[in-house]
């Protein structure tokens, strides 16, 4: 597992800051000195020794590990870095807040009533900084709980920055029709992928599973005004014991009636938070029933509906299937099992999270060998 965040000593000022981490030795004389990096020369007994504008500072890293051209936040005070973004990674989000009016039953990142909005700053300031043609997670909590400021960061960086790319993760539950001037003017500046959860074909199951009365309403109404924006839209649905047997209902709701998403990702539980608590209800295993996954995919390729299976090891999805599954398991959670040894096709797997264990085993799991 990848450790996002690092420890480290300062002897700078106590507030917050933001930095580009950078091999002093790649310097040459076609680079000039940037104020916005921070400097180091060499790793001596696990201490990364930096030099910035801001006074210098230690970072304790593992043997390794490789923090040159790492956009990081800094906090003295905690004596930790955050590595905002990590630049051999395809794998970057801001969770831009812990917040959330929905309490899904299989979160895997449970909410929590933290005010953070003092750091959107920092997350302005260091979007500035990353690498170009950059893709950006944006996830939560709920980050359109503070739509506003969202849009603001986008929409400045944009001005700076048209190269990055976003891909937001919302429960589509805030946007009114007022908002819909603004996200066109944004979206023809940088390019936004909008990622919302659908559950369900019912607002009875949608609003079972997400925790919210009228959430399934309002989400349908709202995808429709995001549409109109011209959004870029990735419906995502997290197959579970709750919404597993619908799955072909749904794929058949979507073609009907919301058929101008971009795509639709089925995605397989991330077995922690809040779906540890409640296993018993939402664990499924598609490799003994593997009927309504099957028939939902059938009913995609003969309707013309973009699909795709994400966190789905490749074993566990019928043969013909697997043209549709992703390596879609961000780098720093991601994990391959002793099954998975001398497997022909782990190399395009999109493998298994880090906190999988026997208690979320598939039955059909098994290396490929022809």
């Known amino acids: 597992m990848i450790n996002l965040q690092l420890k480290a000593s300062f002897n700078t000022s106590n507030e917050p800051f933001v930095v580009r981490l950078f091999d ?7 680079l000039e000195h940037d104020p ?3 400097y180091f020369t060499s790793i ?4 990364l020794i930096c030099t910035s504008q801001f006074g210098k500072f230690t970072i304790y890293i593992n043997e390794g590990i490789n923090l040159h051209n790492d956009v990081v936040i800094c906090y003295p005070t905690k004596g930790i870095i955050d590595r905002f973004f990590r630049s ?6 801001i969770l831009f807040t812990e917040r959330c009016d929905e309490r899904c039953v299989m979160c895997s990142q449970p909410p929590k009533e933290i005010d953070n909005t003092w750091r959107f700053p920092l997350f302005e300031e260091a979007l500035l900084l990353v690498k170009e043609n950059s893709v950006i997670g944006i996830s939560g909590g709920e980050p359109t709980l503070y739509k506003k400021q969202l849009l603001d960061m986008i929409e400045a960086v944009s001005h700076k920055r048209p190269d990055i790319s ?3 993760l919302s429960n589509c539950q805030h946007l009114v029709k007022e908002d819909i001037q603004r996200l066109e003017t944004i979206q023809k500046n940088t390019t936004i992928t909008w990622g919302i959860p659908l559950y369900a074909t019912s607002s009875e199951q949608h609003d079972l599973i997400v925790g919210k009365p009228g959430a399934f309403n309002r989400l349908i109404d709202n995808l429709f005004i995001l549409a109109s924006t011209g959004a870029t839209i990735e419906l995502r649905t997290v197959l579970t014991g709750l919404n597993a047997v619908e799955l072909p209902k749904l794929a058949m709701f979507i073609s009907n009636h919301i ?3 971009s795509i639709w990702a089925i995605m397989a539980m991330e077995p922690i938070g809040f779906a540890k608590a409640n296993r018993e209800k939402v664990f499924f295993d598609h490799t003994i029933f593997p009927h309504p996954l099957n ?5 995609c390729e003969i309707r013309n509906v973009n699909v795709t299976l994400y966190n789905f090891p490749r074993c566990t999805i019928a043969e013909k299937n697997r043209k549709y599954c992703a390596q879609s398991i961000s780098d720093w959670k991601n994990k391959f099992i002793p099954e998975c040894n001398g497997c022909i096709e782990k190399n395009s797997c999109s493998g298994f999270f ?3 264990n026997k208690k979320w085993s598939w039955e059909g799991i098994q290396k490929i060998t022809n």
């Open 44 to 47: 001596k007994n696990d201490e």
């Open 166 to 168: 976003y891909h937001i």
């Open 88 to 93: 051999d990674s395809r794998h970057n989000t």
């Open 36 to 38: 916005s990096n921070a």
């Open 24 to 30: 002093n030795r790649r310097l040459n004389e076609q």
């Open 295 to 299: 028939s939902a995919l059938d009913i």
């Open 354 to 356: 880090e906190w999988y």
């Open 259 to 261: 058929p101008f998403i």
